[in-house]
């Protein structure tokens, strides 16, 4: 076992507590000392996740409903429809149930899980709560096979992953703010329930081109969802997102449908390293479907910024040519800069010239083993496209794209 605790995170203010149904384990907030987790520990906690595991869903809800009870105050941080979280939850313990005994990964997962939660407003105080819920629940759901011993693990364990996430969030807060406040200062529909936004953070907003930030709209407080902005950062710091109404979606709906001029959105931090200086390379290969093409054009923006010096290929791909999206302004694009090539791929009609999957389409054009290649759309592309490139040949390293979803557990 390898990592170690290195002071506790108790509450700066004791939290108040209504009286549990259930008589909780030993505190958890982390012991004082300075102990590594032993491998017998680590096979305890290994071995009770393995017995709640089949009861993962009924667990979590019960802990979020005596962490509501007992700290009522949390509540609030928290969005009023909990399924989602529920899973991401218990994901990101499974995760570091299987990091435990990797120092460098857990330390990375859990520093960006602690940056991460400043945008919820959490704080050191609120781990000690947690952490208490959390036990009461392990112990609730491993039954007969509960022990003291079992407790004392997971006590240090948690206090350790604790420790890591306030640690990251007090960095993370020296040098940034936690949510920037962004005013919407323009809005284009584009059709297809596509709309273009820019807003005008209220404080300078650094990133990358090719990142993704988490937006939350007055519509749906506490509903952090991500976007990715369609641009290389400008010098009047405006950012632009390109936003798909999903059937059924809530904050992308609420962004297409009902943003306008003079909004107030706040930013998270933005994240991701799907970046121009991740690649190796200086011919790229970019593939785009949908609203995926948003952090491409940044990308190629940034290329252009910095004086063209890559060869880009950029392929559209859609299931029909109405479909393609943002085919014109990429053929300004190209049409400006020598060095950006435009092709179209269109699976589920015919159009002369850009027939065929993008799989198909790349295997066409290729070989692209020499080039860095950025991917951006549906996740059922991203697999299939990256299935094409490494069979033909491509590193797996040289394949740059975003996470499907909730990206702080995808965090490498
Ligand atoms: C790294 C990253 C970058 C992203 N960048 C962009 C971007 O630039 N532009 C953009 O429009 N979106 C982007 N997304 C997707 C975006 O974050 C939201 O998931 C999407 O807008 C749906 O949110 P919602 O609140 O409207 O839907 P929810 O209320 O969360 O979901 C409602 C229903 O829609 C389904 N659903 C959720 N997402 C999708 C989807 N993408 N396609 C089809 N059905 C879906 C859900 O399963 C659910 O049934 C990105 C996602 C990630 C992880
Ligand atoms: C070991 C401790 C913890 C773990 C492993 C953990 C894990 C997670 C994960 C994986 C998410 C989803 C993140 C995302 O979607 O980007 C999340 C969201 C959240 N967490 Fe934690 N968390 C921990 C501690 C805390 C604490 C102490 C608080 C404060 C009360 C807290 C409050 C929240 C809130 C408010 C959300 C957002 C809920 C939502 O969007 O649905 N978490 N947590």
């Known amino acids: ?50 017995v709640v595991e089949p ?8 802990f979020y409903a005596i ?50 939660h400043r945008k919820f407003g959490t704080l050191a105080a609120h781990f000690p709560a947690v952490g208490e819920c959390l036990l009461a629940a392990l112990a609730r759901y491993a039954g007969p096979a509960w022990n003291q011993d079992i407790a004392a693990a997971w006590t240090k364990a948690y206090g350790a992953i604790a420790q890591v996430m306030i640690s990251a969030a007090e960095e993370d807060e020296a040098v940034r703010p936690a949510v920037w406040p962004a005013t919407v ?27 993704y930030v988490s937006v939350e709209t007055p519509w749906w407080p506490k509903q952090w969802r991500y976007y990715s902005p369609a641009n290389a950062p400008r ?15 809530t904050v992308s709906d609420a962004l297409v449908h009902r943003a306008a001029v003079g909004d107030v959105l706040h930013l998270g931090a933005p994240m991701g390293d799907m970046v121009l200086d991740a690649a190796v390379h200086s011919d790229l290969l970019c593939v785009a479907g949908g609203t995926g093409l948003a952090p ?87 697999v299939s496209a990256t299935e094409t490139l490494t069979l033909h040949g491509t590193l797996p390293d040289h394949i740059h794209h975003d996470p499907f979803e909730t990206p702080v557990l995808s965090a490498r």
């Open 235 to 249: 010098e009047d710091g405006t950012l632009t997102f390109h936003v798909r109404a999903v059937p059924g979606g």
């Open 185 to 211: 200062v323009h809005r284009l529909s584009r059709g297809h329930g596509i709309a273009e936004i820019t807003v005008r953070p209220h404080i300078p907003y650094e990133y990358a081109a090719g990142q």
């Open 55 to 62: 009861l993962a869903q009924e667990m979590t809800v019960y």
């Open 296 to 382: 491409i054009r940044a990308l190629i923006e940034e290329v252009a910024r910095r004086g063209g010096r890559h060869q880009v290929d950029l392929f559209l791909g859609a299931r029909t040519g109405a479909e393609l999206y943002g085919v014109d302004d990429m053929l300004r694009m190209a049409q400006r800069h020598h060095w950006l090539t435009l092709r179209g791929a269109v699976s589920h009609e015919h159009v002369p010239g850009i027939r065929g999957s993008l799989p198909q389409v790349l295997a066409e054009y290729g070989p692209w083993y020499q080039h860095d290649v950025f991917l951006s759309g549906p996740a059922s592309m991203v």
């Open 67 to 116: 962490l509501f009870a007992r700290y009522p105050e949390v509540r609030p941080m928290f969005p009023p429809g909990m399924d989602a979280q529920r899973g991401r939850l218990l994901r990101a313990l499974l995760r570091i149930v299987d990091l435990v005994d990797d120092t460098e990964g857990l330390v990375r997962f859990c520093g960006h899980l602690g940056r991460d």
């Open 1 to 50: 076992m390898r990592f170690r605790i290195s002071r506790p995170s108790s509450p700066s203010a004791p939290l108040p507590r209504e009286e549990s149904p259930i008589p909780a384990p030993a505190a958890a907030a982390p012991p004082a000392a300075e102990a590594p987790l032993s491998d017998h520990e680590i096979a305890l906690i290994r071995a009770s996740v393995a």
